[in-house]
C-alpha cells in the first residue's frame, strides 16, 4: 500500500542561466526530471512543482549555475 511522505522542504532554485553551459549533469541527475534544457541549451525548470529539493542538481553542476533555496516544512 502507497502512503503520502509529507514533503520535509519547501522552496525554489535560483537558476545562473548566464553560467550554464549546457553539459546535462543536473538533468541527468534529477530523480523526479524536473529540469531540462531549452532551446538555447541552458538550464529550466518547467516542472518545478516536482521537486524535492534534495540539492543533486545543485552538488552535481559544475559550473554552480544552480541554487537550491530549501526551507524545512514544519
Same mark, same amino acid.
Given at each position: 500500500?502507497?502512503?503520502?511522505?509529507?514533503?520535509?522542504?519547501?522552496?525554489?532554485?535560483?537558476? &545562473?542561466?548566464?553560467? =550554464?553551459?549546457? !553539459?546535462?549533469? /543536473?538533468?541527468?541527475? $534529477? *530523480?523526479?526530471?524536473?529540469?531540462?534544457?531549452?532551446?538555447?541549451?541552458?538550464?529550466?525548470?518547467? &516542472?518545478?512543482?516536482? =521537486?524535492?529539493? !534534495?540539492?543533486? /542538481?545543485?552538488?552535481? $553542476? *559544475?559550473?554552480?549555475?544552480?541554487?537550491?533555496?530549501?526551507?524545512?516544512?514544519?
Amino acid at each position: 500500500r502507497k502512503r503520502d511522505i509529507p514533503m520535509p522542504y519547501t522552496g525554489h532554485l535560483e537558476l &545562473r542561466r548566464e553560467w =550554464c553551459k549546457g !553539459c546535462n549533469i /543536473c538533468v541527468a541527475f $534529477c *530523480p523526479k526530471d524536473v529540469l531540462e534544457l531549452d532551446l538555447s541549451g541552458k538550464i529550466t525548470n518547467p &516542472r518545478m512543482q516536482d =521537486c524535492i529539493f !534534495c540539492r543533486l /542538481c545543485e552538488i552535481r $553542476c *559544475p559550473d554552480l549555475a544552480i541554487t537550491v533555496v530549501r526551507e524545512k516544512v514544519s
